[in-house]
């Protein structure tokens, strides 16, 4: 009878577990092909910034409540398929930075003992790629000539303007550097935030759900004396 019970209990388990893998894997699929199109059509700056910390975000939530890290790569497929239909018009980059990130994530997450640390390495190694993935890009499709133009443009903008003449600064080099710094600073807080996750979800589960339920019964037992 007790076996029977603690087999019940585990497979409920077990199916609230893979509820909330699938609608995580649910919002990360939204985030990359909905929220990336709202972002882009508003012209948010830095907009791989922002998506690229939500997707840290939500695998390490899929590392958190699944019990194989396999799982981030099934996620990962899903939200690829979901992208490719939504989002045809995306460029081959994106569908490779999300492949990217899954595979990242099922190496950071093979094991759950240090989980602060591997969203921490998450959270820089995804916002690194992110920030110098498209500077390679650019630097394919335009060569070194763009940031030598960018260079000499800067350059007399700031000579003109703010009499500064270094001509000895690289100022493609530093705004490149700038560029990735942003990111490896954002990775730094996302991925501080997603290893304390597992604290703030029981905080929520044990203090304030509990509150929360307390209040509703309450208030349901003022409306039945005010109905009475």
């Known amino acids: 009878m007790y076996t029977d019970q603690q087999t019940k209990f585990s497979s409920i388990e077990n199916i609230d577990e893979r509820l909330s893998v699938l609608r995580i894997t649910a919002l990360w699929a939204f985030s990359e092909s909905a929220f990336g199109g709202i972002l882009h059509a508003l012209a948010i700056p830095l907009r791989g910034l922002f998506i690229s910390s939500a997707a840290v975000l939500f695998i390490s939530l899929i590392a958190l409540f699944s019990k194989s890290n396999k799982e981030i790569l099934k996620a990962t497929l899903i939200v690829v398929l979901i992208k490719a ?12 930075a999300v492949s990217l990130q ?15 640390l591997s ?22 499709l335009f060569g070194n000539m763009l940031w030598e133009s960018l260079d000499l443009f800067i350059e007399q903008v700031s000579s003109e303007i703010f ?6 600064i690289n100022y493609g080099y530093v705004l490149i550097a700038v560029y990735v710094l942003l990111h490896l600073i954002a990775g730094l807080f996302i991925g ?9 979800i029981d905080y929520y589960k044990n203090i304030i759900l509990p509150d929360c339920q ?15």
């Open 102 to 116: 899954g595979v990242l994530g099922f190496l950071l997450f093979s094991t759950k003992k240090f989980y602060r």
């Open 192 to 200: 501080l935030y997603a290893g304390r996750l597992p604290k703030k």
């Open 85 to 96: 239909v939504v989002s045809p018009h995306s460029p081959l980059t994106a569908y490779f």
């Open 214 to 228: 307390t209040l509703k019964m309450f208030l349901l037992l003022i409306l039945s004396h005010l109905s009475a």
């Open 163 to 168: 009499r500064i003449n270094h001509t000895d």
């Open 119 to 140: 969203a921490l390495l998450l959270g820089l190694s995804v916002l690194f790629f992110s920030g110098i993935q498209k500077i390679v890009v650019l630097t394919i």
